[in-house]
């Protein structure tokens, strides 16, 4: 690269510090996939089965690999719209969220509802179509991470639980494998979390039938274990009936 021959190809000249042959083939990699052809020839020359790979080692951008993970962002961005819309119409029929995060939850959720109130709008036209709604929900939309129990509102990075746990609280994604979502301010429970919670329930009440009189740590720790997922359960059912009650 260095010689006539990289000259006349235009390729960028081998510094003289220190390399490694990782070091080599990448920079071989880049220099070849930015031209016209070049990523498939770096494709076949650096024995790659995908050409997805190649563009990943080239780092080349507007490849197959930033339009798959554009196009997945844009998907999870509209299934968080139309789960926060579908929790939004939850709440205006009476089925509130549970958990820690609850009352956040619900207090923005009736800021959105009264935006949507005739009678408080000081204009005649009044916004009520999905797509209206939508536009409001949008920025909530966007802090939303779902976990396999609850749904994570990742508003303030310095109150997730997950990230004080880890000592990372300047992330800006939470870590949903570390989450408690029993305790952290950011969780919220919802009546489609219900079935996972009860039968955690259920069979960690199974597991506390099966153990000897011997096993007390065991005991001990399922039982909490147990009284969680059953306390979560009933906040759960207290939420979807409470506001209907009183409505009624």
Not at 188 to 204: F, G, K, L, M, N
Request: with cysteine; proline share 6%.
């Amino acid at each position: 690269m260095n010689g006539p021959d990289g000259q006349r190809l235009g390729l960028a000249a081998i510094p003289s510090d220190r390399l490694t042959l990782r070091m080599l083939r990448r920079k071989l990699a880049i220099e070849l996939a930015y031209r016209p052809g070049g990523l498939l020839a770096t494709k076949i020359y650096l024995h790659h089965v995908s050409t997805a790979t190649t563009e990943g080692y080239a780092s080349r951008p507007g490849g197959a690999q930033a339009e798959l993970l554009a196009e997945v962002n844009d998907h999870e961005q509209q299934r968080n719209l139309e789960l926060v819309l579908a929790e939004f119409r939850n709440y205006q029929q009476g089925i509130l969220p549970a958990g820690p995060g609850a009352r956040s939850l619900t207090e923005f959720f009736a800021s959105i509802d009264e935006k949507l109130d005739p009678a408080a709008a000081p204009a005649p036209r009044t916004q009520r179509s999905d797509r209206d709604v939508l536009n409001l929900l949008t920025k909530r939309g966007k802090v939303l991470h779902l976990g396999p129990a609850n749904y994570c509102w990742f508003t303030a990075p310095s109150r997730a639980l997950c990230l004080r746990l880890a000592g990372t609280t300047t992330a800006d994604r939470p870590l949903i494998g570390m989450c408690d979502s029993a305790r952290c301010p950011q969780a919220t429970h919802h009546p489609c979390h219900r079935p996972v919670w009860a039968e955690h329930a259920d069979r960690t009440k199974i597991f506390i039938g099966q153990l000897g009189t011997a096993r007390k740590t065991e005991r001990t720790r399922l039982q909490a274990d147990f009284d969680r997922a059953h306390r979560v359960v009933a906040e759960i059912d207290d939420a979807s009936t409470s506001m209907t009650e009183e409505s009624a």
